[in-house]
């Protein structure tokens, strides 16, 4: 059986404005809900695990679907919010204090790490849907023998610390670069 983790492509949104925290909360939720670039060429290794899937299965992020949809044209396509990123927290307003949305990300995700979790899911919340949806994905799996998983950096990755408790084999950590594919196999 073969389970493989894919991250989404890159987003269109690409707004590098300067902005308060504040501001920052609208920008992750254009970030959710904007698709990808089309791009010219995309990944083999990639390519090749999600055509020979016999299930493909995404977030319900638009970003996840979209990416599916570029990657196997032709391929029924389950979307589940299961598989939905990690969320990062609100951050508290300092009027004065306007930084890029990377730096925010890298901040938000920090914190969120160290178990900050104001109005999001905390960690160990998101680590026990990863168990959830790991579970699923190997009952997929189960059934349909190579299922791909068309998802997001940081969740892919606990999805892969799961099935590796699982006795799943692959990679110890899932690659999170852009449209990048990491298989884990279990064989009887």
């Known amino acids: 059986m073969e389970i493989s983790l894919i991250r989404h492509g890159r987003s269109r949104h690409i707004d590098h404005t300067r902005t308060a925290a504040k501001e920052f909360r609208h920008w992750v939720e ?58 990062l927290p609100a951050l508290r307003n300092i009027p004065w204090l306007k930084l890029s949305p990377n730096v925010w990300l890298v901040l938000a995700r920090c914190l969120w790490f160290a178990g900050y979790s104001r109005q999001c899911e905390s960690k160990e919340s998101a680590k026990q849907r990863a168990k959830q949806a790991a579970e699923q994905l190997i009952g997929y799996a189960q059934k349909h023998q190579s299922v791909a998983l068309v998802g997001h950096g940081f969740f892919n990755r606990f999805i892969a610390e799961e099935l590796q408790k699982k006795g799943w084999k692959g990679k110890r950590k899932s690659n999170a670069k852009h449209w990048h594919c990491t298989t884990y196999t279990l064989t009887h």
């Open 30 to 87: 254009q970030y959710d809900s904007s698709g990808v670039f089309v791009e010219n060429q995309y990944p083999e290794f990639t390519r090749n695990k999600i055509s020979a899937a016999s299930l493909v299965i995404t977030s319900d992020l638009k970003r996840s679907a979209e990416s599916a949809v570029l990657l196997a044209p032709k391929a029924d396509i389950i979307s589940d919010a299961c598989f939905r990123e990690t969320e």
